[in-house]
Each structure stands twice: as structure tokens, then as C-alpha cells.
């Protein structure tokens, strides 16, 4: 079994918690993103609370462990590993609990590149242990606002993962799955499900807007969230996501693979 004290070494030495590579300038520029109710900052959350900017950074320093004082306003961001590990205890504390009644679950990444290992390690032991990994929507087309403009992506399934791919992706060589924050995909895939009489997911497992779009239509959701995704955290605080675990979501792949095997050996799932 993977311990707390060997992860936590892990955490630090990937910078997926510590020093991380997310800077002070985009965290803050969040923030004030976040408090004047930018919809490319909410991510699908609609906060019921007034968040203004000293909020978030309240919120961020008791969450994530980000330094509280607002004169610090360049650099590079922190995350205690501490927070990191108590939050991944409760994230395998869901899962194990969803895998013990082996009840229907939906998965999905807007950071397909660096996250989908992670995600689809536990899609394969929740299959294992009986839990129907849902897969609505497959192909369906998401237009979704990118700093582009309108684009029309695709919604598709990778190893029980759901994605969005622009319909030009998908080349030889390349990661599938495009980067995204929108709730979009995750409110397709939800509607779709329903209108096809069920199953509906009694767990949601992602990031970014897979997370605060199916948390804020008052489905189960845990994921993880970078210093830079508030939503997530003010989503926890108002009761609309479960468990959001503060952890960088934009290191290599390889990083997240000790992630996959402690929550596993807490969930009671490991092989």
C-alpha cells in the first residue's frame, strides 16, 4: 500500500502540490474573474454567496493552502500536500462508497492530456467492482466558446472517459480530446442520458466543468482543481460539489499514476 508519507514526497517532488507551476497572476486573475461572475470562471457554478475577491482568497488560502495576503500578487502559486491528502482521503471515501453498491457512474476531463490516465485507472476498478460506467451522448456535437470564438466540438469516450474533440483532432500521434473549463459536454451527456430513460450517474468524477455543471444540477461530483479553479472550491463551501481536491492538473501524465493507486488501495478497489 502506497502511504501518506511516500505520496506526500510525490506530491512535492512532481509539484503537483508545493510550489506549483500555476502563477500567482493567473490565480488572481481568477479570482477577480470569478467575483465578477465571468462564465468562463464559473465553469457552470452559480454561486449562491457574494464571492467577492478577499472571499475567494479566504476560501483559496483555507482550501488549497495559497498564502491569504492579497500584497502578494506575483510568483509562483503553493499547494499544501496536507490539504492535498485529506481531500484525496474523501475523494476515495466516494469512491469506495459508489463501488460498494455498485451504482452508475459518469467520468469526464476537460485536461484530457495530462488527466485521462487517471480518470480511466478508475473507471476500470469501478467496472471491476460492478459500477456501470456510462457513456451517453457519444458523438454528439457541444458548440463551445473558446477564446477562438464559437467552435463546434464532438463528445466521445476514451477507456469510459468522456471528452470533447474538435471534429479536426484525432490525428495519428496526437492525445486525444481537446482542453476545455465548459459545463456544456457534461449537461449534453446528462440530458441525453435522461432523455434515454437511464441510467442517471449516482457519482460524477472530473474536473473543471464536468464537476461544477453536473454539482450545480444537484448531482454528486468530485474532482480535482488547480489554484486557478475556484469554482470548484466555492461549489464544496455551498454544498453543490462533494470533494474538490486541490492538486496542479496540468503536469505529465506519468505524475498522476501514484494518485490512481492510493486512492484505489483506500477505496478498497486495488487488484
Same mark, same amino acid.
Given at each position: ?24 497572476? &493567473? ?201 486557478? &479553479? ?17 492538486? &496542479? ?23
Amino acid at each position: 500500500m502506497l502511504t501518506a508519507a511516500r505520496l506526500r514526497a510525490h506530491l512535492v517532488a512532481a509539484r503537483l502540490a508545493g510550489v506549483v507551476a500555476t502563477s500567482r497572476e &493567473d490565480s488572481l486573475r481568477s479570482y477577480r474573474l470569478f467575483a465578477a461572475r465571468d462564465p468562463r470562471v464559473l465553469i457552470g457554478i452559480d454561486p449562491e454567496g457574494a464571492w467577492g475577491v478577499r472571499d475567494l482568497l479566504g476560501l483559496m488560502a483555507e482550501k488549497c493552502g495559497v498564502s491569504a495576503d492579497l500584497r502578494y500578487i506575483s510568483g509562483l502559486d503553493v499547494i499544501d500536500p496536507e490539504r492535498t491528502l485529506a481531500a484525496l482521503d474523501v475523494f476515495a471515501g466516494r469512491i469506495r462508497e459508489v463501488a460498494r453498491r455498485g451504482a452508475p457512474v459518469l467520468l469526464g476531463t476537460g485536461h484530457p492530456r495530462p488527466l485521462l490516465g487517471f480518470y480511466a485507472g478508475l473507471a476500470d476498478a469501478l467496472s471491476a467492482a460492478g459500477c456501470e460506467v456510462l457513456t451517453p451522448a457519444q458523438g454528439r456535437c457541444v458548440d463551445i466558446l473558446t477564446r477562438f470564438g464559437l467552435r463546434t466540438h464532438r463528445l466521445d469516450y476514451v477507456r469510459g472517459v468522456a471528452l470533447v474533440r474538435e471534429p479536426a483532432s484525432g490525428r495519428p500521434g496526437r492525445e486525444p480530446g481537446a482542453h476545455s473549463h465548459s459545463p456544456l459536454p457534461v449537461r449534453v451527456a446528462l440530458d441525453a442520458a435522461a432523455e434515454a430513460g437511464g441510467p442517471l450517474p449516482e457519482l460524477v468524477v472530473g474536473d473543471h466543468g464536468w464537476v461544477c455543471g453536473a454539482g450545480q444540477l444537484g448531482f454528486e461530483a468530485i474532482g480535482l482543481a488547480d489554484t486557478d &479553479d475556484p469554482a470548484l472550491f466555492v461549489g464544496e463551501a455551498e454544498g453543490r460539489v462533494s470533494v474538490a481536491v486541490p492538486v &496542479d492538473d496540468a503536469v505529465r501524465s506519468a505524475h498522476y499514476r501514484p494518485l490512481i493507486r492510493y486512492v484505489l488501495d483506500r477505496a478498497c478497489l486495488s487488484r
